[in-house]
């Protein structure tokens, strides 16, 4: 079956960085978009990145734009989040999702994993 397993998280000082990852498996990957999100209690899930299927193109949000970068290795079937310059709003559940179009709408992506935590103290 479809799974996808996330990891990276942890708790680091502003302005420090993390790779997190996001290992997929029981379907075709590279078939498929991949995007970061993350979601903080209370508050609905936010787009962070997303990369096409052969990983040439990348959406960001503003908000992380030119601090964080989207990747992934199709021959790894894993997908990653470069973090860099973390300030303490960058707190959050991480998850990664798989969508059949490239978008950053939440709504367009499924097989989500666990999610891996990510705290950034200042």
């Known amino acids: 079956q479809v799974q996808l397993v996330e990891s990276g998280g942890d708790s680091v000082q502003a302005g420090g960085s993390l790779r997190l990852s996001c290992v997929a498996s029981?379907?075709?990957?590279?078939?498929?978009?991949m995007g970061w999100f993350r979601q903080t209690p209370g508050k609905v899930r936010e787009g962070v990145g997303v990369?096409?299927?052969?990983?040439?193109?990348?959406f960001y949000a503003d908000s992380v734009k030119g601090r964080f970068t989207i990747f992934r290795d199709n021959r790894k079937n894993t997908l990653y989040l470069q973090m860099s310059s973390l300030k303490p709003e960058d707190t959050a559940m991480y998850y990664c999702?798989?969508?059949?179009?490239?978008?950053?709408?939440?709504?367009?992506?499924?097989?989500w994993g666990q999610g891996t935590q990510v705290t950034v103290s200042s």
């Open positions: 029981g379907y075709p990957f590279s078939r498929y978009h």
């Open positions: 990369v096409s299927t052969g990983g040439d193109s990348t």
């Open positions: 999702g798989r969508s059949i179009f490239y978008t950053q709408s939440p709504a367009d992506f499924e097989y």
